[in-house]
């Protein structure tokens, strides 16, 4: 089993930038796809974006490519969200996710594929 610890979410105004941190713990951090989704009031969970056990390869959902940046340390055990340009629309809890079965150069983007999760952590983006 995987644990998964989300900070820095917050309250920011349109055209801010935040970055979110997951620490996981319980299994080899390298072994593990990663992939950040989000949950909007109302909303279905959907997928933001997603990194390679290595980092070598990221995979981003169209709403947030090029404003949003995945990365990953595998000495920290983290992966991070780089979120510039907020928009309200990004307003939602974010999920941090793990992949066991990921393959090595690649990452899944979809939800039943990650077996763990974090707890969400809240942003919330103001006009």
């Known amino acids: 089993q995987v644990q998964l610890v989300e900070s820095g979410g917050g309250l920011v105004q349109a055209g801010d930038s935040l970055r979110l941190s997951c620490v996981a713990s319980g299994r080899t951090f390298s072994m593990l796809g990663m992939g950040w989704f989000r949950q909007a009031p109302g909303k279905e969970r959907e997928f933001v974006a997603s990194i390679s056990r290595g980092g070598g390869n990221t995979y981003y959902a169209e709403a947030i490519k090029g404003r949003f940046t995945i990365s990953r340390d595998n000495a920290k055990n983290t992966v991070y969200l780089q979120m510039n340009s907020l928009k309200p629309e990004d307003t939602a809890v974010y999920y941090c996710?793990?992949?066991?079965?990921?393959?090595?150069?690649?990452?899944?983007?979809?939800?039943?594929?990650?077996?763990?999760w974090g707890q969400g952590t809240q942003v919330t983006v103001s006009s």
């Open positions: 996710a793990a992949d066991r079965s990921a393959p090595r150069f690649g990452a899944s983007r979809v939800r039943a594929d990650f077996d763990s």
